[in-house]
């Protein structure tokens, strides 16, 4: 089985609201992945945890904060959003050891007003 | 730099018409190739991964290939489902960063 799940498909959301992006996998991967997503561009990378531990934030901005509660789980906490933040954001997971197959859950489509 | 590139941007085929998808990639030392396919509004499906030039890998329609400098996708006797986005993504440096092309818009009319 190759299912990273996520949570809410859809979202929208003011600017001054605080919300939760929630992603999960069973797969027993050690690496999980933030990735954020504008129509017609590829994904773009935020965050990756490794063994639990944060190892690559690519400078996003502090309104966006992962959390990684344990190894099948994952989140992204949402506050003080600007509409420009309005994308689709994948989570995806992987073995653990870099340059491994990486594997994309359903996405979660995110609407700022 | 890293680079990956992806050609054609748009590929419209009628159903039965079988075509290729490149991507081209310019990393030192290739630690495996990625191909996922993307429906509008969905995460990517991941499809296949290369690790060495010459390898190939099929599934159903779908075949990956893999030289030194370049992946090829073909799709053979595609039809309407196989509609989507098909992305390449290699690894950079020794982290766990990918390297996206583009992507192939794939529209096949039946």
């Known amino acids: 089985d190759t299912e990273v799940t996520q949570t809410p498909k859809h979202l929208v959301m003011g600017m001054t609201n605080k919300k939760s992006l929630k992603c999960e996998q069973h797969?027993?991967?050690?690496?999980m992945y933030w990735y954020k997503q504008k129509a017609k561009k590829p994904p773009e990378l935020m965050f990756v945890y490794s063994y639990e531990k944060l190892s690559i934030n690519e400078s996003v901005p502090s309104r966006f904060s992962p959390e990684c509660p344990n190894s099948s789980l994952l989140n992204l906490h949402l506050h003080a959003l600007q509409p420009e933040d309005s994308a689709l954001y994948l989570c995806?997971?992987?073995?653990?050891?870099?340059?491994?197959?990486?594997?994309f859950g359903p996405g979660t489509r995110l609407l700022v007003l | 730099e890293d680079q990956v590139t992806q050609s054609p941007e748009a590929l419209r085929l009628q159903e039965g018409e079988s075509s290729s998808l490149n991507c081209s990639y310019t990393?030192?030392?290739?630690?495996?190739l990625f191909w996922y396919r993307q429906d509008p509004g969905k995460g990517p499906e991941f499809l296949f991964t290369?690790?060495?030039a010459g390898e190939e890998k099929e599934k159903e329609r779908l075949k990956a290939t893999l030289t030194k400098k370049e992946s090829f996708l073909h799709i053979t006797a595609p039809k309407p489902e196989d509609s989507a986005t098909y992305l390449c993504?290699?690894?950079?440096?020794?982290?766990?960063?990918?390297?996206f092309g583009a992507g192939t818009t794939v529209t096949v009319r039946a």
């Open positions: 797969m027993g991967h050690r690496a």
């Open positions: 290369l690790y060495s």
């Open positions: 990393v030192s030392g290739l630690r495996g």
């Open positions: 993504a290699v690894p950079v440096s020794n982290d766990y960063k990918l390297s």
């Open positions: 995806a997971s992987s073995s653990g050891a870099n340059q491994e197959t990486q594997y």
